[in-house]
């Protein structure tokens, strides 16, 4: 079977730097995503590693050790609009419709 | 601007009768997906479209069905709600199959079942 776990939830402080972690057992794997979702809102795309190493994007960073299967992503300068819910996702890549399996998410939640 | 839409963006309907959702996108893109997510918990799967070919989730409920009649639109048919059936209803497309790690999700529509 295929899972992911990652904390269900987080508590930081603005301006903060704050790391979530991805952990998983996939049959296939071929890159790990985070998704960012706002309550009552859409799952946005923040990042996707294919290979070993960090990613960065602004304040987002994502950072991927396939031997480890272990991923996380890195907030840094926290701000209050960053609480959110933070899903990791793995691609399944058996199926050649290609589609992702997400773990339960992280809530996070930025305080003053 | 290119965006994924869907209607209504609330429905609430009655114990067993059908509900249609629906979804657009003029992103162009090939793969559209249906998600259900129910509070607190992560999207779950229902199936996906890579064109015109469909994937069923194995554990995607019989009253639960699906059609694309062209690139832009994608439909959600619930032939018989439950109260279980409530939840967030999200469609998704990405590009190519390639691409299914990026995924441009539409605001969702939150279904009720009285």
């Known amino acids: 079977g295929q899972s992911l776990e990652q904390p269900s939830e987080v508590t930081a402080v603005e301006g903060a730097i704050v790391q979530i972690n991805c952990t998983y057992q996939?049959?296939?794997?071929?890159?790990l995503s985070w998704y960012q979702q706002h309550d009552g809102g859409a799952p946005t795309f923040l990042s996707y590693?294919?290979?070993?190493g960090l990613e960065e994007t602004g304040r987002f960073s994502s950072f991927l050790s396939r031997s480890d299967s272990y991923g996380y992503l890195l907030l840094q300068e926290l701000q209050m609009k960053d609480s959110a819910s933070y899903f990791c996702?793995?691609?399944?890549?058996?199926?050649?419709?290609?589609?992702?399996?997400f773990g339960q998410g992280t809530e996070l939640s930025v305080k003053p | 601007d290119a965006m994924v839409i869907q209607n209504p963006r609330y429905q609430v309907t009655q114990f067993g009768k059908p509900v249609t959702l629906s979804c657009s996108q003029t992103?162009?893109?090939?793969?559209m997906y249906w998600y259900q997510q129910k509070s607190s918990q992560a999207p779950k799967l229902l199936f996906h479209?890579?064109?015109?070919?469909?994937?069923n989730e194995a554990d995607t409920p019989d009253n639960f069905q699906s059609r694309r009649p062209n690139t832009s639109f994608c439909f959600l048919d619930i032939r018989s709600p439950g109260l279980g059936d409530a939840a967030m209803y999200l469609c998704?497309?990405?590009?190519?199959?390639?691409?299914?790690?990026?995924?441009?999700f539409g605001p969702g529509t939150r279904l009720t079942v009285t």
């Open positions: 998704a497309t990405s590009s190519r199959v390639i691409r299914s790690y990026e995924q441009y």
């Open positions: 996939t049959s296939g794997f071929y890159g």
């Open positions: 590693n294919a290979l070993d």
């Open positions: 996702a793995v691609r399944d890549g058996e199926n050649q419709g290609g589609k992702l399996i």
């Open positions: 992103l162009n893109h090939n793969v």
């Open positions: 479209y890579y064109d015109k070919d469909f994937n």
